[in-house]
């Protein structure tokens, strides 16, 4: 048993559609959260600067004496080297590597899609990690920089005309080419779950790397011994780097709950 919390961050909300998943798997641990609002987005910047934030980032969380970090952020993770974890005091996952691996499982025609940040697409982490499990399948990649400004400003059902259009804008070669896979490589992505399923006039099974992750890190808890042994619901801390009150509100859509009494606004640079 390890009753410290588990850290998770990512350049802002996003992340927390990685919480979601792991309260509903894991409902007895503790969470720390950041989320650097402040500074988003990563996905737009160069390869040192994401590196650069990332470490303080990680910094921050074990500060917080954290068990396990995880990196919710598909920016960050697609670019902070696999060494940079075993650096680390505590075990560190990113969410490529769950994604990819669900994703090879579930693709039946070998056709896989793959969203993200210009960050992601650019570093074509998912595109290696997938190879790796299936050498055969063909990928392809699109980056849509406006879904993450979308989502922040609750433009993600699929009825909003701004949202459809985007998605008509950065989803039409991914449907010419007849994905049946889609990795949604962002983690603000899954809120656009809907309207990118109704974009798509066939079947096209969507991977939300959070949801994969959460189960990874459920795994590893387990196997490892780690797992919290309290039997009362796991707390929850939120920390941000801009107006709590902001990060609230857009929190209260991705988690369905009301969290200003669990966050703080704090500096970390
Ligand atoms: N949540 C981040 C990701 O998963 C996207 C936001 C950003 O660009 O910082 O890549």
Redesign the pocket.
Known sequence: MDNRPIGVF???V??LTAVKELTALLPHEDIVYFGDTGR?????RSRETIIRYAKQDIDFLLSHDVKLIVAA????SSTLPASAGSALPVPYMGVIQAAAQAACALSQGGRIGVI??KA?IRNNAYGKAIRGVRPEVRVFGNACPLF?PLVENGHFSEKDPIARAAAEYYLTTLKRERIDTLILG???YPLLHGLISAFFDYQVTLVDPGRETARAVQTYLTVHGLLNGQTQPGSHRYYMTDSAEDFCEVASVFLSCDIHADAQQVAID
């Not at 988003?40 to 737009?44: D, E, H, R």
């Not at 952020?73 to 960050?76: L, R």
Request: proline fraction near 5%; include cysteine.
């Open positions: 990512d350049s802002g996003g992340g988003v987005p990563y996905g737009s952020c598909g920016t960050v993200g940040t992601t993450v962002c983690t603000h």
